[in-house]
């Protein structure tokens, strides 16, 4: 199984403020990562796919990059809704696809 | 629009049967390349993915839960299934259908989510 450490657990930014979170893969997933944000009581919804593709209507405040295994999320210029979990998820190989642990970003 | 909706028991008992439906529209499990798939979530913890199929009926599931996964599909009523045999009180979580998108690991489009309780 492909594993997939993300870090930090928590975080807290102020507006404006930009963040970086972090999901390092066991092995080479060759870029197949997405990131997804969950709002509290509310499903998972997809921010980047392929490491860095933005899916359609997400603000370009979120980016995506990678290095080596190491995979990040960037969010740029904080703002109140962006408080929510986030998840990565590795989508090279299965069974079983898996996800990081989640980050809960809090905005100060 | 692609929206996608579970339903299921609300609660069970252990040993039971979890019978879950997701029923979708904006797509169509027959269309070349497309999935659907279930993942999990207990209250305040991480997503575990638990199986997912295809629209040629190819099904591959999460290997942790060994043999108690079932999926399946109804193409015709745009409906996917998911049954988890002999429930015990971990298995007690928010369960989610969501969309794969045509020959993508990655779920573009989730519902809002079933919560099911196993308890005696």
């Known amino acids: 199984d492909i594993q997939m450490t993300q870090s930090p657990a928590s975080l807290s930014a102020s507006l404006g403020e930009t963040v970086t979170i972090e999901c390092l893969a066991s092995e080479d997933i060759y870029s197949n990562l997405a990131w997804y944000q969950q709002k509290p009581g509310k499903s998972p919804q997809l921010l980047i796919y392929d490491a860095s593709s933005l899916q359609d209507g997400v603000p370009s405040r979120f980016s995506g990059s990678e290095s080596g295994t190491q995979y990040s999320l960037e969010i740029n210029s904080l703002q109140s809704e962006d408080a929510a979990t986030y998840f990565c998820?590795?989508?090279?190989?299965?069974?079983?696809?898996?996800f990081g642990s989640g980050t809960k970003l809090e905005i100060k | 629009q692609v929206t996608l909706k579970e339903s299921g028991p609300g609660i069970l008992q252990p040993s039971q049967t979890l019978s879950l439906t997701c029923t979708f529209s904006g797509f169509s499990l027959s269309t070349y390349g497309m999935g659907v798939g279930w993942i999990r979530q207990p209250s305040g913890k991480g997503l575990e993915w638990l199986a997912n199929?295809?629209?040629?009926?190819?099904?591959y599931y999460n290997p942790s839960l060994k043999n108690r996964l079932t999926i399946s599909k109804d193409t015709s009523n745009n409906q996917a299934f998911l049954k988890i045999t002999n429930v015990d009180t971990a298995d007690t979580a928010t369960y989610y259908c969501?969309?794969?998108?045509?020959?993508?690991?990655?779920?573009?489009?989730w519902g809002q989510g079933v919560m099911v309780t196993v308890s005696s």
């Open positions: 199929i295809w629209w040629d009926d190819d099904k």
């Open positions: 998820q590795q989508h090279h190989d299965y069974p079983p696809l898996t």
């Open positions: 969501a969309r794969m998108r045509p020959w993508e690991l990655y779920f573009d489009y």
